[in-house]
């Protein structure tokens, strides 16, 4: 390891004295550089890895791994690794997946059932760093009959468990036998994907270079690089330097290259919704008329135009408009309605005090609502509550603070929250409404106990019947509209800047994370740039 | 500080002396006692190393930050507690802080400086990758200070009051009071958005396909250009002082009466005598020339340790966290130990105790 580097630092010692000198003549015009059909594309937040297994791209579009299953543009699944979507057994408890022919990975050996069992048994395995295994709970087995079927043994029917099945497939034989939470294999993976990995430099970019032999057809471009650039500011500076084919901006920034020649602005619906979290433990949040009067007092219109500059959409639900899930009679009025939250407060006995707050048996309507310090997007919401909760006498106390000085507060102080992923409404409810997961870290943090809703939430994932599962989340939604253990705000738009002379770009519902993937270029293999 | 002046041993130069063999006798014997002071400092070094890297695990100790929670980022929200519980076993982080110190320092004298859980790689190679980087900005942007500084303040020195020393004088106030994530996102907006001449940050073209040196070089002009600025206020003025100072001692003023060049004059004797606590300066002036290198990555996008430390603070990844303080501990201590050498070297009254 000493040599390369040295020879890189020396070089590098080279290229400074070169720079000192004030070689500034060599300066070459920006963008078009490099080999022709390479597409540049830039994002803030950078995978710690590239492994499946550890995190990496688990709900598919990972750009360098398939799973048995994708999304297409309607986030519909359609089979993948798998030659059809897999099937499920009457009682619900095991799932078949039979592979496609043809599929390799990028070092030329074939993708077989082998891998597929390789790739869930390491996510099981206690002594690897995978925080997937809470989401696949409900998996008892993995075994592999034959060397393309795949059968996984569930420990209870559940529902939404092909949605599981997006996750990458890695080749057991780069893996086998070593310690995979430091495996090479994490920063220099080998996948079946469009795009096998060329190179990545941590904190700079990763280069990808197209799969010539991919089963899905040869990528329409010959590779994609994704430039890791934290700060907003230093991002939309370089995209207006013409470095990028397509980069995410906050939406204000974005706003900048509203009509500039050669860029597009795309908005892009998403299930990341914004909203606050009321605890039933504390004396004021815990009263359920303050939680409706608070419901119906904050002015999401005003948060979407002001806070996010027009790119979100009001939020009643944690379910989000583009699921076939999603309740329509939960959706109330955009703007605040002082008049209703003053009735209901009145009508529970909350009466203004001389100082305009309302109290009831000597107790003032006041609390505090904690948001992470460095998410200013949160703190602008909370403030935005702050102030429509003002109006009809409710005083809210609003705390920047870090994690760790949230977590142990969270059973008695409101908190801002944000998640949200469109796939299934099981994955977005099940654990934060559920009275069995209450007080238990991030899950139920407020101890939002229903009956109604846990038994609702049990149907939504016992039952594989669309119309049942259907109705227990209707029944659900409605549930938490009136109990309002939570108020939701907003669902965000992510936005991004992309050069018009690139086609092919087709926006579809994103979840709250999207780095290299399940952003904008979920298809970026099917790109191409005019030049 | 080592070095003394006795002042016994202060010599009047004697200018009519033949040159070179009795200079170099000199020089020689001023470095004499250099190997002791380089061994003894080595031993001072090794309690501060240690007290420093105990100090780091005590904090990681106290912070209240769960690192698997760090580690799961978003996913902390549907990761149960078990299966944070689980990764903290992996990794040991529950154990008794001796137990976690003693481990990390047996692994640290096999040559193993632990494992990242922020970066999720060993702390060897995070270093490999990164500080190479930050060394070639700071070594850069600090060779380029102090031939600007030395340059400028002396000439300004020379014409105290006049048009130069004022406009610099305004100028490096005006620089000292600009943060340095302004003067790059200035410098970015300025040369490479509204001129186009320089890249506007990476380390390479986005479509490079290796690091190619003067690639590298055209993108290191503005990080390195913008560095040197934001600190150069301190080192011109000083500079520009310290030459206006001696440009009054005795000696100066004899070479000036004995007909001696303006140019031999100013650099030849003036600044000579100011360039000794120039030198202590820029000894305790480095750390914050690395402090100021973080920020600059940071705007330029440059794969060095700025951002890693940062993510290792927030993540309290305490092996990272503790190898940068190392790294950083034993560049400044190398730094002074350099300055006192350097100070031994250049003034005949300076001798290294032994």
């Known amino acids: 390891m000493g040599r390369p580097v040295s020879i890189r630092v020396t070089a590098a010692a080279v290229a400074g004295v070169l720079a000192l000198a004030g070689c500034s003549s060599s300066a070459t015009p920006q963008g078009g550089g490099g080999r022709a059909g390479t597409l540049v594309v830039a994002t803030a937040v950078e995978p710690d890895t590239l492994n499946p297994i550890l995190n990496y791209g688990v709900d598919g579009a990972s750009l360098i791994f398939d799973g048995l299953v994708s999304r297409d543009a309607r986030n519909e699944l359609v089979p993948a690794l798998a030659r059809e979507v897999p099937t499920v057994s009457a009682d619900g408890k095991k799932v ?354 229903s009956a109604v809703a846990d038994k609702a939430l049990n149907d939504g994932r016992d039952n594989a019947d669309p119309a049942t599962r259907t109705a227990a989340y209707a029944t659900f939604q409605k549930q938490i509209a009136a109990d309002v253990p939570w108020i939701f705000l907003t669902y965000l738009r992510h936005t991004y800047v992309v050069r018009d002379t690139v086609t092919g770009v087709t926006p579809r519902v994103e979840p709250h994370e999207h780095d290299v993937a399940n952003s904008l270029w979920w298809n970026i293999h099917t790109w191409t740039r005019k030049s | 500080m080592t070095a003394t002046t006795p002042d016994g041993d202060a010599r009047p130069a004697t200018p009519d002396a033949p040159a070179s063999p009795p ?140 048009w130069f020393d004022r406009a610099l004088r305004a100028g490096a106030y005006a620089v000292q009071s600009m943060p340095v994530f302004w003067l790059g996102l200035a410098a970015i907006a300025l040369f490479a958005l509204t001129l186009g001449w320089l890249p506007a940050g990476g380390l390479t073209d986005v479509t490079a396909t290796g690091t190619d040196p003067v690639d590298v070089a055209r993108h290191l002009i503005l990080p390195v250009g913008v560095l040197a600025v934001s600190q150069a206020p301190w080192f011109v003025l000083f500079i520009r002082d310290a030459v206006a100072d001696s440009l009054r001692d005795d000696h100066v003023l004899a070479a000036r009466a004995r007909g001696l060049p303006g140019r031999t004059v100013l650099f030849g004797h003036a600044l000579r005598t100011a360039l000794l606590p120039f030198l202590t300066l820029v000894g305790t002036h480095l750390p914050e020339l690395v402090g100021g290198a973080l920020l600059v990555e940071t705007v330029f996008s440059l794969p060095g340790l700025g951002a890693v430390t940062v993510q290792a603070a927030l993540g309290a990844d305490f092996p990272l966290l503790a190898a940068t303080t190392l790294v950083t501990t034993v560049v400044v201590l190398a730094a002074n130990l350099a300055t006192d050498l350097a100070y031994a070297a250049a003034d005949p009254r300076v001798r290294l105790d032994d």
């Open chain 1, 96 to 449: 078949t997946a039979r592979l496609r022919d043809g599929a390799l990975f990028h070092d030329g050996s074939p993708v077989t059932a082998q891998d597929v069992v390789f790739t869930y048994r390491a996510v099981l395995d206690p002594k690897i760093d995978s925080t997937l295994r809470s989401d696949l709970d409900m998996l008892a087995s993995v075994d592999a009959p034959d060397a393309t079927t795949v059968v996984f043994t569930l420990k209870y029917a559940y529902a939404p468990f092909l949605q599981r099945l997006a996750l990458g497939i890695v080749p057991a034989k780069a893996l086998a036998g070593q310690d995979i939470n430091k495996a090479e294999f994490n920063r220099r993976p080998v996948g079946s994907g469009p795009y096998r990995v060329t190179s990545w430099t941590p904190g700079d970019r990763l280069v990808l270079a197209a799969n010539e032999t991919y089963w899905g057809g040869k990528p329409a471009n010959a590779g994609v690089v994704v430039a890791f650039v934290a700060d907003d500011n230093v991002r939309a500076q370089r995209a207006r330097a013409g470095e990028f084919d397509a980069a995410e901006l906050a939406p204000k920034l974005a706003a900048g290259f509203d009509g500039l020649a050669g860029y597009r602005v795309h908005q892009v619906s998403t299930a990341d919704y914004r909203g606050v979290m009321l605890p039933m433990g504390n004396p004021v949040t815990g009263d359920p008329a303050v939680r409706r009067a608070l419901n119906v007092a904050v002015d999401r219109a005003a948060m979407v135009a002001g806070v996010l500059g027009g790119a979100g959409e009001p939020a009643f639900g944690p379910v989000p408009p583009s699921s076939a899930f999603a309740e329509p009679s939960i959706v109330g009025k955009a703007g605040a309605d002082v008049a209703a939250a003053a009735g209901l407060l009145d009508a529970a006995g909350w009466r203004p005090g001389p100082d305009g707050i309302r109290a009831k048996n000597g107790r003032q309507a006041a609390f505090a609502l904690m948001y992470p310090a460095g998410d200013s997007l949160r703190k602008e919401l909370a403030l935005a509550v702050t102030a429509d909760a003002k109006k009809v006498g409710i005083r809210i106390t609003p705390e920047g603070l870090t994690w760790d000085a949230i977590t142990p507060r969270m059973g008695r102080d409101a908190l801002a929250m944000g998640y949200g992923t469109p796939y299934d409404p099981d994955f977005i409810t099940y654990k934060l409404f559920n009275s069995a997961f209450a007080a238990q870290g991030f899950f139920n943090p407020g101890s939002y106990r």
């Open chain 2, 23 to 162: 200079r170099a006798r000199r020089r020689s014997r001023r470095l004499a006692g250099a190997g002791a002071v380089v061994r003894r400092r080595l031993l001072v070094a090794v309690p501060v190393l240690a007290a420093t890297s105990l100090g780091m695990f005590a904090l990681g100790a106290a912070s209240p930050i769960d690192p698997a929670q760090q580690y799961a980022g978003a996913a902390a929200f549907t990761t149960s507690e078990e299966n944070l519980a689980q990764i903290r076993a992996n990794w040991g982080v529950d154990d008794p802080l001796p137990v976690q110190y003693a481990r990390w320092v047996g692994n640290l004298l096999r040559g193993d400086l632990g494992w990242s859980t922020s970066r999720h790689e060993p702390v060897t190679s995070v270093l490999a990758a990164r500080a190479g980087w930050t060394l070639l900005l700071v070594g850069a942007a600090l060779a380029l200070v102090l031939l600007a500084s030395l340059l400028l303040g002396t000439l300004a020195a020379y014409r105290r009051g006049g």
